[in-house]
């Protein structure tokens, strides 16, 4: 069992960043892919970014490449999402979640077997 906690959602101008962290409960953390969605109202949650439990292999969805970067730190249990260059169309909850996905998989949310609570990330114009 692993219990997900997003923090350091907020509000942010445009061109502006935000590092978001998410805290991992568990002693097999370390073992599962964590990805990074979000979902805007009325629209489907959507693919941010994931990183693997093994390489630290990183995937990123094209709207956010170059401007987001994902990391991981298993000592402390705890997975990052660091946000740069934040356009308005970036405002949505953010979720992280655990799992196994396979390669192809990483941007599937039903892939995923544990998920956070959410945090919200608002840009302005």
């Known amino acids: 069992q692993v219990q997900l906690v997003e923090s350091g959602g907020g509000l942010v101008q445009a061109g502006g960043s935000l590092r978001l962290s998410c805290a991992g409960s568990?002693?097999?953390?370390?073992?599962?892919?964590m990805g990074w969605f979000r979902q805007a109202p009325g629209q489907e949650r959507e693919f941010v970014a994931a990183?693997?439990?093994?390489?630290?292999?990183?995937y990123y969805a094209d709207s956010v490449k170059g401007r987001f970067t994902i990391s991981r730190d298993n000592a402390k249990n705890t997975v990052y999402l660091q946000m740069n260059s934040l356009k308005p169309e970036d405002t949505a909850v953010y979720y992280c979640?655990?799992?196994?996905?396979?390669?192809?998989?990483?941007?599937?949310?039903?892939?995923?077997?544990?998920w956070g609570q959410g945090t919200q990330v608002t840009v302005s114009s």
């Open positions: 979640a655990a799992g196994n996905p396979m390669y192809s998989d990483y941007g599937r949310p039903n892939k995923y077997i544990y």
């Open positions: 990183i693997s439990w093994s390489t630290g292999s990183t």
């Open positions: 568990g002693r097999t953390f370390s073992r599962y892919a």
